[in-house]
Each structure stands twice: as C-alpha cells, then as structure tokens.
C-alpha cells in the first residue's frame, strides 16, 4: 500500500535551518510528483512547492523563494525540503503529499502524516 | 497566487445536507476540472475526498459529492454524521506546477 512516512518532530532556533524527510512507499516513486504543504497553528493549509520525482524541476510558492529547496533521492525513494533562515512564523506542521499525475487536477491522493517544526528562541 | 475563497465555519444537526462553497478565478477553479476537497481532522493528515470537481475516489462514502459552477466549486454531504465534523479544505491546480489551497471551513455536527 501507498505509504509516505516523514522524520520527526524538530526544534529550531530562528535563523537556523530545518530538513524534513519523506519516505515513500508501495509505488513507483518516479511515477509521481511529490508537493510540500504547510499549515501554521490556526491556521489553513498552505501550499509551499512541488517537485518532480522524474527529473527533480521544481516550482516554489512565491513567498518562500529564496529559503526553501525541495530534492528527491531516487535511490532511496525519499523526498526532502529544507527550509532557511528559520523565523518564528515557520512554526507549522510540514506534510508531504503525492500529486496523481495522471488525474486532471493532479489531486493530492496520500499524504505524509505530518511533521511539527516549532521555531522558537 | 490568492488563496480561494471558503466560509470559515458551516453547521448543520445529523442526517441534514450541507455545503461548502469555493470562490476562485478563471485561471484555477474556473479552468476545466482542476477542484479537489480534503477533510483534515486534527492531528491527522488531510485526506483525499473529492478530486476533478465530482469524483470521488475509492472508499470515500457517497454521501460526499462535488459540483461547479464558472469559478465557484460546491463540496455537499449529505445524512451528515458526527464523524464528518472537521476542517475541509478546496484545492485547485492554478496552472505551471502551482496549486492553490482555500482558507478552510470548520464545520460543526451540532
């Protein structure tokens, strides 16, 4: 069965920088692109970038240009987004999700369970 | 890109309908069948409800259905039940490897 399963909780001091993993299973990982969303402690959810498991192109949310780089490992069929220059407004909850490439739409059909990185002096 | 537009909050007692409304533009939930819905418990991952405006995939109970009309999608559920309680969130693709997500709409199972 389709899992994605991401690293774990992580603690930061601002200006620093995080690196979230997702691990991907039970399908063909080039097959499908992998997208990044975020949501911030009440609030909604917030889209932050994609990534093609394929050939690596990627396309980040205008507002995070700059601080985030989301690569893949083929080899290990895992994703990754690093995040810079940490403020306290990047405290959230980080999931990945598949994007179903071959749906109109590309809908995001499995989901990573989360992982809460709190920035905090 | 600006994030489509939801009522922050819906209610509705069991077994009535329900529905959440979805404003965006014509470049993304105007633009063929690019709507998806999520439901998001807290604490959970988001889950995959309704994906191109109206299907629904595997295992997801039909009591959830999807709609559009020019650049507003409609999430209905109907009989609702005290699990369907939790945040739903639109989702459309916006075009160049871009997706736009909705503000969220709590809805509560009174």
């Known amino acids: 069965q389709v899992q994605l399963v991401q690293s774990g909780a992580e603690v930061k001091k601002p200006g620093a920088s995080v690196k979230v993993s997702c691990k991907a299973s039970?399908?063909?990982?080039?097959?499908?692109?992998i997208t990044w969303v975020r949501q911030a402690p009440g609030q909604g959810l917030e889209w932050m970038g994609w990534?093609?498991?394929?050939?690596?192109?990627?396309n980040y949310a205008q507002k995070l240009q700059g601080r985030v780089t989301m690569t893949t490992d083929t080899s290990t069929t895992t994703a990754y987004m690093e995040l810079r220059s940490l403020r306290s407004d990047d405290t959230a909850v980080y999931y990945c999700?598949?994007?179903?490439?071959?749906?109109?739409?590309?809908?995001?059909?499995?989901w990573g369970q989360g992982t809460l990185v709190t920035v905090s002096s | 890109q600006s994030a489509l537009t939801q009522p922050a909050s819906v209610s509705g007692s069991p077994g009535q309908s329900i529905t959440i409304s979805c404003a965006g533009t014509s470049s993304d939930v105007g633009s063929y069948n690019r709507v998806s819905w999520y439901q998001h418990h807290p604490g959970k991952a988001p889950k995959l409800m309704i994906y191109?405006?109206?299907k629904r995939p595997s295992g997801v109970s039909n009591r959830f259905s999807g709609s559009k009309s020019g650049n507003t999608a409609s999430l209905t559920i109907s009989g609702l039940q005290a699990e369907d309680e939790a945040d739903y969130y639109c989702c459309s693709y916006a075009g160049s490897s871009t997706w736009v997500f909705g503000g969220g709409t709590k809805l509560t199972v009174l």
């Open positions: 039970g399908y063909t990982f080039t097959s499908y692109g």
């Open positions: 999700a598949r994007i179903h490439d071959f749906l109109s739409g590309y809908p995001l059909d499995y």
């Open positions: 191109e405006g109206s």
């Open positions: 990534i093609s498991t394929y050939n690596g192109n990627t």
